[in-house]
């Protein structure tokens, strides 16, 4: 019996003979080795079962016939004398070579495709990693930004108050000025009984205005926030704040967040986070409770 071709073992060990046939004729012939690495490689390629437009002398396996000895004489004579005869038992061990090289490249092949997906899998994560810190690093500076205006309007508003003050000192000097040296000189009026002038103490007391209000936030895991605001700052402030200081939910994740008012119950809609506490009746001091917004 003759030993097997190239093409006849690759077809004995289970690939399909067009596969065979381009594999061969791709690597150049080179032998089973080189065509069963590119089997593999090639084995999910879309095309691999299409044929190859070239002649196939070589890439059976044998020598390109010619005409003159295309006859089923000419070929079995020349098989006869250029190839020795294989025993039973020494085809099923070539073959058993093989189906062990085959192996082999596939257990090579799952290998290189674990280290693949592992150093998949560690980009991901750096990915994930980098994502998480830019993600603090952006939340850090809206907190110091915020600080920021918080303190340059409280340094203006502080400001603001102090010309006032002043204002207020100068119109006491000049009109103590202006009529405390003459009062004594005038000649007092002929007092006439009539009603008595009511005193400055008799006024009604005016309502005083708040600068400045204080927040307690209740939080629905027990824990509470409490931060002063200016009487002027939205709604939309607090929220902000208690955004940034409630810390992480269980899961890592953020739920938006609804503010209600103690007493009288109140829930705080999207409008009202655009109006100034002191319009919604928090100043100077007042307690909200934060429920968790469903998104919608």
């Not at 025993?87 to 192996?103: D, G, I, N, P, Y």
């Not at 007092?188 to 309502?207: D, N």
């Not at 629905?220 to 931060?227: A, I, V």
Request: hydrophobic share 30%; charged share 35%.
């Amino acid at each position: 019996m003759a030993e097997l071709t190239a093409l006849e073992s690759l077809i004995e060990m289970g690939f399909p003979r067009g596969r065979a046939e381009k594999a061969l004729a791709l690597t150049g012939n080179q032998g089973i080795e080189a065509a069963m690495d590119w089997l593999m490689e090639h084995e999910d390629d879309p095309d691999v079962d299409e044929p190859l437009a070239t002649p196939l002398g070589h890439v059976l396996g044998r020598e390109p016939t010619s005409p003159e000895q295309g006859g089923p004489e000419g070929t079995g004579s020349a098989a006869g004398e250029g190839k020795p005869v294989l025993s039973e038992e020494e085809r099923q061990e070539q073959t058993k070579r093989m189906l062990e090289l085959v192996a082999q490249k596939q257990r090579e092949r799952e290998e290189r495709e674990e280290r693949e997906a592992l150093e998949r899998e560690r980009q991901r994560r750096k990915q994930g990693q980098e994502l998480s810190a830019a993600r603090q690093r952006l939340q850090e500076d809206e907190m110091r930004r915020a600080a920021e205006e918080r303190r340059r309007e409280k340094a203006e508003e502080l400001a603001a108050r102090q010309r006032v003050r002043e204002k207020i000192e100068r119109d006491k000097a000049e009109r103590a000025k202006k009529y405390g040296g003459s009062v004594g000189s005038r000649p007092s009026p002929p007092t006439e009984p009539g009603p008595v002038p009511s005193s400055p103490s008799q006024e009604p007391p005016t309502k005083r205005e708040y600068d400045q209000c204080r927040i307690q936030v209740r939080l629905p895991d027990g824990t509470s926030l409490t931060q002063t605001f200016r009487a002027r700052e939205q709604l939309a402030a607090v929220r902000l704040y208690v955004e940034l200081h409630r810390g992480e939910e269980p899961g890592g994740g953020q739920d938006p967040v609804q503010l209600l008012s103690g007493f009288p119950r109140r829930a705080f809609s999207e409008a009202d986070m655009e109006r100034p506490l002191q319009e919604l009746g928090l100043v100077p001091s007042a307690v909200l409770i934060v429920a968790k917004k469903c998104p919608s």
